[in-house]
């Protein structure tokens, strides 16, 4: 059993900063891919970040030069820090991992339940 716990959304106003994370518990050996999502009220799910098993990353460009993708292999624990946030960043934000268990067992598309952020102007 894998489980995703996301933390780090919340109210800030535009110009400000959250980082947000995204928790893989269970008997992983390593996450290989990371991505994160976002879903503004009355719009499509849109990819805003990704990193490749390789350590490659792509940003969406609404994000570029604001948003930084990053992990912490330690902690099986994916981050994406956002930077420079505008009210058009308001939305729900989803992680999505791709993992090998130990046993060699891949687990893909793992998805976390969503965090809020929320960018007042």
């Known amino acids: 059993q894998v489980q995703l716990v996301e933390s780090g959304g919340g109210l800030v106003q535009a110009g400000g900063s959250l980082r947000l994370a995204c928790a893989a518990s269970?008997?992983?050996?390593?996450?290989?891919?990371m991505r994160w999502y976002r879903q503004a009220p009355g719009k499509q799910r849109e990819l805003v970040a990704a990193?490749?098993?390789?350590?490659?990353?792509s940003y969406v460009d609404s994000v570029k030069g604001r948003f930084t993708i990053f992990r912490d292999n330690a902690k099986n624990t994916v981050y994406l820090e956002m930077n420079s946030l505008k009210p058009e960043d308001t939305a729900v934000y989803y992680c999505?991992?791709?993992?090998?268990?130990?046993?060699?067992?891949?687990?893909?598309?793992?998805w976390g339940q969503g965090t809020q952020v929320t960018v007042s102007s």
């Open positions: 269970g008997r992983i050996f390593s996450i290989t891919a």
């Open positions: 999505n991992v791709d993992l090998i268990l130990y046993g060699g067992i891949y687990y893909n598309d793992c």
């Open positions: 990193s490749t098993s390789s350590g490659s990353t």
